[in-house]
């Protein structure tokens, strides 16, 4: 009889080791097993939006599971980021990032969120700020824009996403010595495309990405730093002007480091794809390949640059 009762406390022990040894093993091939959720902070056809198009079918490919794609649009960016910072952190939520879009919006009064905890899986991809007019304006170069700019000040109309953009510009315009009025822009560039196309303000401010995309519709009079961009030639640099928009991937605060590395492993392989790599650059972005590591200390940089 007591060997029996041994026999079986022995059996029961070794399934219940067991099932500890398939779970241990087994819970970081188990993740994901259904769709990822990818918020798109800004409406479609911005820069979010095309980073997220463009890394859909690489993430889908290395996950196994399908990604969709969800516009949660508003304050400059701070809806969809509020949006991922309540959602549940399993790894099925993850969203744009955008810096320093998301620092500076952080800034307003009770956005809900805290862009110093969020999990980052990785920055893909980044981008010089650019002066942009319809093909039909009346200013043909940058010294124009100046020109009238100072002949007639605050006259002049600027939009721009939100507050960054708002800063990016007064940048700009602290450098060039002129002022303008600001137009403040909600939902990103896809909203702030249309505007100026259909001449409801003078000028936009924008990224290279941007600029490269409509060039067949609107004219860009300068880029900021003092590299050219390949996609404009001829474009003049304002070289003090430090503009630099960078859009990457996060996950809510908390998000398990195994659920990262995954993610992190999936965009990898996304970025890596020479069609994607081509696309990147023919859009005028400069590609970028992060641990999850590089990416929350390049947010922590971002976070200390615009602490004031």
């Given at each position: 009889?007591?060997?029996?009762?041994?026999?079986?406390?022995?059996?029961?022990?070794?399934?219940?080791?067991?099932?500890?040894?398939?779970?241990?093993?087994?819970?970081?091939?188990?993740?994901?097993?259904?769709?990822?959720?990818?918020?798109?902070?800004?409406?479609?056809?911005?820069?979010?939006?095309?980073?997220?198009?463009?890394?859909?079918?690489?993430?889908?490919?290395?996950?196994?599971?399908?990604?969709?794609?969800?516009?949660?649009?508003?304050?400059?960016?701070?809806?969809?980021?509020?949006?991922?910072?309540?959602?549940?952190?399993?790894?099925?939520?993850?969203?744009?990032?955008?810096?320093?879009?998301?620092?500076?919006?952080?800034?307003?009064?009770d956005v809900g969120f805290d862009p110093s905890k969020f999990s980052y899986i990785g920055m893909t991809?980044?981008?010089?700020?650019?002066?942009?007019?319809?093909?039909?304006?009346?200013?043909?170069?940058?010294?124009?824009?100046?020109?009238?700019?100072?002949?007639?000040?605050?006259?002049?109309?600027?939009?721009?996403?939100?507050?960054?953009?708002?800063?990016?510009?007064?940048?700009?315009?602290?450098?060039?010595?002129?002022?303008?009025?600001?137009?403040?822009?909600?939902?990103?560039?896809?909203?702030?495309?249309?505007?100026?196309?259909?001449?409801?303000?003078?000028?936009?401010?924008?990224?290279?990405?941007?600029?490269?995309?409509?060039?067949?519709?609107?004219?860009?009079?300068?880029?900021?730093?003092?590299?050219?961009?390949?996609?404009l030639p001829g474009i003049p640099n304002v070289k003090k002007w430090g503009y630099m928009t960078t859009?990457?991937?996060?996950?809510?605060?908390?998000?398990?480091?195994?659920?990262?590395?995954?993610?992190?492993?999936?965009?990898?392989?996304?970025?890596?794809?020479?069609?994607?790599?081509?696309?990147?650059?023919?859009?005028?972005?400069?590609?970028?390949?992060?641990?999850?590591?590089?990416?929350?200390?390049?947010?922590?940089?971002?976070?200390?640059?615009?602490?004031?």
């Open positions: 009889m007591l060997n029996k009762s041994s026999n079986l406390r022995k059996v029961i022990l070794g399934a219940v080791a067991g099932a500890f040894v398939a779970i241990g093993t087994t819970g970081a091939v188990a993740y994901p097993t259904k769709p990822v959720t990818f918020i798109v902070p800004y409406s479609p056809g911005g820069g979010s939006d095309q980073q997220a198009r463009r890394l859909q079918p690489g993430l889908e490919k290395a996950l196994g599971v399908k990604v969709r794609i969800v516009y949660k649009t508003g304050g400059g960016g701070a809806v969809g980021f509020s949006e991922l910072w309540r959602s549940k952190n399993d790894g099925y939520t993850i969203s744009n990032v955008v810096v320093p879009n998301i620092v500076i919006t952080a800034k307003g009064k991809a980044r981008a010089v700020g650019a002066l942009m007019v319809p093909k039909n304006s009346r200013f043909k170069s940058l010294d124009q824009f100046v020109k009238e700019a100072k002949a007639n000040p605050g006259k002049i109309t600027v939009a721009g996403v939100g507050s960054t953009g708002k800063m990016n510009m007064a940048d700009l315009a602290g450098i060039l010595g002129i002022k303008h009025a600001y137009v403040p822009v909600s939902g990103g560039v896809g909203k702030m495309i249309p505007m100026i196309l259909g001449n409801h303000v003078d000028a936009a401010m924008t990224a290279s990405s941007h600029a490269t995309k409509h060039k067949a519709k609107l004219d860009t009079l300068a880029v900021a730093g003092p590299t050219p961009v390949a996609t859009w990457g991937v996060m996950a809510p605060p908390g998000t398990p480091a195994d659920r990262i590395k995954v993610l992190n492993a999936a965009l990898l392989k996304a970025t890596a794809d020479p069609k994607v790599r081509s696309m990147v650059e023919k859009n005028g972005l400069s590609p970028m390949r992060q641990t999850p590591a590089e990416a929350a200390a390049y947010v922590a940089a971002a976070v200390k640059k615009h602490s004031n």
